[in-house]
């Protein structure tokens, strides 16, 4: 891009680069004894490329930012919030609430260690990307994630509208009140997955752990495996195919599953089950 640039200088002082336009920041360090905030608010048109972030709330409010190559450490708190159209690539997002309320946002090839990252942000595309952190995501809409590795519980809570690929997550209580949300080809390692979900879609996904997929409404599973997935759709409304053996079932509310084999069946009054060869069938009406 045209513009001014910066290279090779060190800021500590607050609002360093406030309201920039324009520019491109290189080699830049952004740390120091006056340890000021918000060193490029309210900017726009920036580019930010192999800098050092070690100071508080840098990216608040600005529009069309790209940040390449940079470090943003644990002190780099709340790091890009109410910013629209933002690319982050290659760098680590290692500050608590990296990433909030934005809207337009690409992530790709990076490394991200955020608490509570991505609440409330819209249309965000995320690539090739390892991630850490509790409540990830939450309340978030339009997502598109491909080849993304997640560890840490409470994820895409009350997401709506997203779908994931080749993605591999190591959570708990995942896709909590979700709606319209499909996985395809996603391994999913953790207990209680999809509670109280809307319209979920899994194909082919390996899943993993307790009690999964419970008071569900409109659920797909298409050639799924599960592995140690006991009491699995309490209460749900589900269309399942799955291609290994499931634990347990209990007490779906309405629709059809089909497995190689069943464990244990719990179908208590109200569930009307039927078991045909290898397959569990069953139905309701209300």
Known sequence: ??????????????RALYGSRNLVVRDCRFAGPADGESFLKESSDVEVRDCFCDLRYPFWHDRRVVIDGCELTE????????????EVRNSKLHGIKALRECRDVVIEGCDISSPEFGWSTEHCRMADTSATGEYFMMRAAYLDLRNVRL????????VRQAELSGCALDTKDAFWHTDNVTLVDCDVKGEYLGWYSNHLTLVRCRISGTQPLCYCKNLTLVDCEMDGCDLAFEKSEVKATVTTHIDGVKNPLRGSIVAP??????????????????????????
């Open 261 to 286: 084999s069943i464990g244990e069946i719990v179908a208590e009054e109200g569930v009307d089950c039927a078991i045909e060869e290898t397959a569990l069938r069953f139905a309701t009406t209300f």
């Open 1 to 14: 891009m045209e513009g001014t640039v910066i290279e090779g200088r060190t800021f500590d002082e607050e």
């Open 151 to 158: 560890a840490g519980k409470y994820s895409f809570q009350y």
């Open 75 to 86: 002190r780099c708190r709340a790091a890009l919030w109410y910013t629209d159209h933002a």
